[in-house]
Structures are given as C-alpha cells and as structure tokens.
C-alpha cells in the first residue's frame, strides 16, 4: 500500500479520514505533518491541514508475546489508577503481543466508563501515557471495562446500519450524535462499503458528530 497525502481542515480530521480511507487504525500508519491548520481571523487565513500517511507494512511473522515484565509494569498501573480512584477491580490481560489488551472487571465499574465512554478512554490514554514513562518507549495497549468496547462496537454497528435503511428509505441525511474518534471511526467502517450511502464528520472537538448520506450515482 504506497503512502498517501490527506487535506482537512485539521490534523486531527485528516488522520481521521486516512483511517477510513485506507481501512487501518492509527497504529498501522505513520503521519508526517507537512502543513499545520491556520484558524485565521474571521475566516481570513485560514489553511487547511496536509499530512502524509504511511501504511506500515504488517509483520508476516507471528507477533512475538511482550516479555512478562513489561505487561506487570502496565498491569501495575492500571491497579494504582483503581486504588486511586477508590475502585476494587481486577486486572486481567486479553493479549500478551501488541497491542496489549487489559480489561478490568468487577462490581459497579460504571464510574470507569463515563458517558459515551469517555472516562474510560481517558484511563486508557493516562496509562499510555504513564507506562511510555517507565519503559521510556511507547507501548500500544487497550484498556476495557467489563468488555464494554465489544458491547459498545456491536452496538455503533447495528445502529449505523438501522440508520443507512433509513436514509435510504427516506432519501435525507441523518446525523447521529457526538461521539469520540474511535467510535465516529467505526461507524464509518461500517458503511464504507455501503452502496447506498456515505459518511462524513462534522463540528469541532468534543461535538464532533458522524452524517450519514445516500451516496451520490
């Protein structure tokens, strides 16, 4: 796969469409910045973003598991996180090769969810964050909550789909409510290879929001 130039009015959005585009999350390509957004003053001097999106080539071999004292410098942050938040939970790992998966259960564990998941990306990315740290080399890693990744995913599926039968049928857009990155991104997998419709984003930061259009013949 040969590497790609994107334009959008950030970065953020332009490696938001390199995903749907190229069908790949964000740890099998690499991004070069070649020009930064300019917000401008009332519109004037305004630039979009540019960027460069490098496919990394899959490895042919089989993943190499990561060694045990890495995955307990992980899982020990993930329990100080819990005993500093005041929640009883236990860390158990779903995948010992990259990216590492940890998923925490327990008894009322909605507290590390939030709304719309937020909370618990927000875990996810302080353990990246903390972890890179210690090892002082970025490790890929998920973190779940009692599999509410999975449940959520089946869910954002079955909606997007429900909702093309219905732009279909009624042959205006719809558009869903704001929704984090990673969730925006697997509605439009899910639709992209819809014959009916397509998909795009709309709004800014946290009011991000996915439509869903028929596609133009």
């Known amino acids: 796969m040969e590497e790609i130039e994107i334009v959008a009015a950030t970065v953020e959005q332009a490696i938001e469409k390199a995903e749907v585009q190229l069908g790949l999350s964000r740890e099998q390509f690499k991004v070069e ?5 300019k917000a401008g003053v009332l519109g004037l001097g305004s630039r979009d973003a540019v ?44 995948s010992d090769e990259i990216p590492l998966a940890f998923d925490i259960t327990g008894e009322d564990l909605g507290i590390l ?12 990315y302080i353990t990246k964050l903390i972890v890179t740290r210690r090892l002082e080399a970025w490790l890929p890693l998920s973190v779940d909550v ?4 999975k449940r959520r995913c089946d869910s954002l599926q ?17 558009t869903m409510e704001p929704m984090p990155a990673g969730e925006r991104r697997i509605v439009h997998l899910a639709l992209a290879d819809n014959p009916d419709v397509t998909t795009h984003s709309i ?15």
């Open 33 to 37: 910045v070649i020009i930064e957004e």
């Open 51 to 94: 960027i460069r999106v490098i496919p990394i080539e899959p490895e042919r071999a089989r993943p190499e598991p990561v060694a045990r004292a890495v995955i307990e410098v992980a899982a020990n942050v993930l329990d100080t996180l819990l005993e500093l938040l005041g929640v009883t939970g236990e860390v158990e790992v779903l």
């Open 113 to 124: 969810i939030g709304r719309r998941g937020q909370t618990l990306a927000s875990l996810e």
């Open 146 to 149: 009692a599999g509410y990744k």
């Open 158 to 174: 079955r909606l997007a789909m429900y909702l093309a039968e219905q732009v279909k049928t009624r042959r205006g857009a719809v």
């Open 203 to 217: 709004g800014e930061g946290e009011s991000r929001k996915v439509v869903v259009v028929l596609r133009q013949s």
